[in-house]
């Protein structure tokens, strides 16, 4: 790098980190999730306005690579967040409503998502028309996990019966969307590794499961997060996602698989079987400075994609059918499926408004589709456009539905939220 380069590349951080902390603030005085300021900010700043001249002034070309490998850093970082967070324990006495739940969540907006592909396809060509057919399939159904949970705990849902069956509801669909996505970048054949690699990925998931779980249990139930031991358990688990990020990307996977996967094995219990709060903890820490500018660098760098400036009377239509698709299909698919389980109209209806939320977790997916060739730049703008518009109506939605407590329930009123929900 010459000297010029780092001077623009430190500048660029320093505004992209005060330009996000204020965009986050904003939003949240508006009781919207951050993620919604930070990515319309990186809209704001590419080139839908003023032809990217705010863009080339402040990202200018010969930095953008380097930003584009910080981006890699804290979608890796956020993607074990999001493993970490998944918790088998959450779907204890709820499995079969969130299961269901979950199952109707993904079929009915997959099924729309990948008819309608059939109509786009024409306007948005590719080289792989089934890849397409299901990338657009799988980008309809997704759930944003750490979104969803935000808005609860801002809501104090996140411990009644209605807010841990929409989070066990939004790990399911994590987790078979992601599957899907994994699967979708195999068929595809743009990986970068050699196809009999792709083979590795089962004992790899076995190893993950068998080997490095008990040993990252081993390894962090004695540490302290508050003493010295700390610097070694963060060590520990950072290289351990890393390196799982660089197997998968390897064997012709995205590194976010291998990311997500290292932080879905992270130890919730201690190896006598009691709870332990260490991923937790280790999570915590590792996600400061993701937030504050890692993630804030991925919304500049997916932001510099979007160009809303040339959208025609086509484009808008195309909006309109990509909307109906992921907020009719994901809403009816939810809350018919609520309904078959024996929940009344008004908290199915809650559940298929938060179950709609997706955030970063479909701008990751959208930014993947990019990079595999499976989007233009012109449908990849249309559907970040959906992503903001689907995170951004959940919390009025919700609000109109099933209006906010004063205050958090109290444990008594948690326990009685099954049968207001069910009678």
């Known amino acids: 790098m010459t000297t010029h380069q780092v001077t623009m590349l430190f500048l660029a951080l320093a505004a992209i980190s005060l330009l996000a902390a204020a965009a986050g603030a904003l939003a949240r005085r508006l009781r919207q999730p951050p993620v919604i300021g930070e990515v319309l ?3 704001l700043l590419g080139p839908t306005l003023l032809d990217g001249a705010v863009s080339d002034t402040l990202f200018p070309a010969e930095i953008r690579p380097f930003l584009t490998a910080l981006a890699n850093i804290g979608v890796a970082l956020f993607m074990f967040g999001v493993g970490a967070e998944l918790d088998a324990g ?11 739940v979950a199952a109707g969540s993904i079929a009915l907006p997959f099924a729309l998502g990948a008819l309608l592909a059939l109509y786009l396809f024409h306007a948005h060509p ?16 997704v759930t944003a ?4 949970a935000r808005i609860l705990t801002d809501r104090g849902m996140q411990r009644t019966w209605l807010g841990t069956v929409a989070l066990a509801c939004a790990a399911i669909d994590d987790v078979l969307a992601w599957t899907l996505l994994a699967v979708l970048v195999a068929v595809s054949g743009a990986g970068t590794g050699a196809p009999w690699l792709l083979l590795l990925f089962v004992p790899y998931v076995l190893l993950m499961v068998t080997v ?8 962090l139930e004695n540490r302290s997060m508050d003493g010295p031991g700390r610097s070694a358990a963060l060590v520990v688990v950072l290289v351990g996602l890393l390196t799982s ?7 012709g996977l995205h590194f976010i698989f291998g990311a997500f996967a290292f932080g879905a094995v992270m130890p919730r219990r201690t190896s006598a079987g009691e709870p332990s709060d260490v991923t937790g903890q280790v999570r915590t820490h590792m996600s400061t400075l993701n937030d504050l500018l890692l993630l804030p660098i991925f919304f500049i760098v997916a932001g510099l994609k979007v160009d809303l400036s040339g959208m025609s009377g086509t484009d808008v239509v195309e909006l309109a059918l990509i ?4 907020v009719g299909g994901k809403f009816a698919g939810a809350f018919l499926a609520a309904r078959a389980t024996g929940m009344k109209n008004r908290p199915a209806s809650a559940l298929a408004v938060l179950i709609n939320t997706r955030g970063l977790t479909e701008l990751i997916i959208l930014t993947v589709g990019l990079q595999l060739g499976l989007l233009d730049e012109e449908l990849y703008s249309i559907m970040v456009v959906m992503a903001l518009v689907t995170t951004a109506m959940a ?21 009685s939220l099954p049968h207001e929900v069910t009678r």
Do not use: C, H
Not at 126 to 141: C, Q
């Open 395 to 415: 919390g009025p939605l919700l609000q109109l539905i099933y209006p906010a407590r004063p205050a958090a329930p109290t444990p008594e009123q948690s326990e």
């Open 245 to 251: 990020a660089a197997f998968t990307e390897w064997i």
């Open 41 to 43: 900010l990186g809209v």
């Open 90 to 100: 959450m779907m204890r006495g709820r499995r079969v409503v969130a299961g269901t």
């Open 126 to 141: 590719t080289d792989d028309r089934t890849g397409f057919v299901l990338f657009m399939g799988a980008a309809m159904s």
């Open 212 to 219: 490095v779980r008990p040993l990252l249990r081993r390894l």
């Open 145 to 148: 996990f750490p979104v969803l």
């Open 323 to 326: 909307l109906a698709a992921a």
